[in-house]
């Protein structure tokens, strides 16, 4: 009787500890699943695909995301370092950077923005890249996509960037758009949506060349799938393996959040004006020349890739000293 005794206490001691365990486990998951992943983007073109999602999450109780828009883009970098934030929306080629900085720590899911940079000139003397030979070019981005996109096209084009044109850059989009709207015969590079904001500012500024179209027509007999980028939107590799589930979601979401901005281009520009991104009479006209997209996938590796190739053939700190390797690319399994 004792034996019996001592057997079924075993085992309901054995029982206890395996649900103890289990519901141990099964509360840690709950956490997880409640705790809002932290998401950062950049007022523009990035933060204005993500707007659907930012609203929806305003009208939830128990918040999946908590996302912060940002208007530097030195405001993010240290937060994904430091693992303060989860997602981010960053430019392409600083994905690169964040990858061999943190040796491998941080992965790409996919492309959110291609080609959003133009020529915008108070005149109408440029329309072709070498009518730019001998011009001051007012710029900013130096030291990231827009300067390197610009000098690419310009040697593309048989012009030196450093003795056949004058590139005056400065330190931000708003600063080089004065410097435009200052000059007679002002010449800038700018992003969206800030040509679309010169545009409404002085009726004789016209877009004279896009970049986009300018580095197509330059790959178009090569096969290595390159093409203008602006910005993709990463992870760290952490929270990539632990939370599987939430990525698949977040990416899902983020792709109709997407096509909501595209494709309801009233109802997007009121609340990307209603969150602060930009205006919302500047979002409607400009949304449609942001190239804002979702590419994920093998087309995400190829066509990122190849553009990481370009910039890192004309100045291998632009991508962070060399190449990202495979696991850099976030290809989700079926």
Known sequence: ?????????????????????????????????????????????TAMGMVKMISDEKDKKEKNYEFTISSSVDEITPKIVNKEVDIAAVPANLASVLYNNTKGEVVTLAINTLGVLYIVQNGDTIHSVDDLRGKTIYASGKGATP?????????????????????????????CLAALLNDKNGIALLPQPFVTTALTKDKNLRVALNLTK???????????????????????????DKHQEQVKSFLEQYKKSIDFTNDNIDE???????????????????????????IAGNEMKEKLSGYLKVLYDANAKSVGGKMPGEDFYYIQEN
């Open 268 to 294: 997007a520009a009121k609340l990307i004006g209603e969150e602060g991104i930009v205006p919302e009479a500047i979002a409607k006209k400009a949304i449609p020349e942001c190239n804002i997209t979702f």
């Open 1 to 45: 009787m004792k034996k019996k005794l001592s057997i079924v206490l075993v085992l309901s001691l054995i029982v206890s500890l395996f649900v103890g365990c289990t519901s141990k486990e099964g509360n840690q998951q709950a956490t997880e699943k409640t705790e809002a992943v932290k998401v950062m983007a950049l007022k523009g073109p």
């Open 214 to 240: 300018e580095w197509d027509a330059l790959n178009k007999n090569k096969k290595d799938g390159s093409t203008l980028i602006t910005g993709v939107v990463v992870a760290r590799k952490d929270f990539v």
């Open 147 to 175: 300067e390197y996109a610009l000098n690419y096209i310009l040697k593309g084009n048989g012009i030196d960037p450093n003795k056949d044109v004058n590139i005056e850059y400065k330190s931000e989009h708003t600063e």
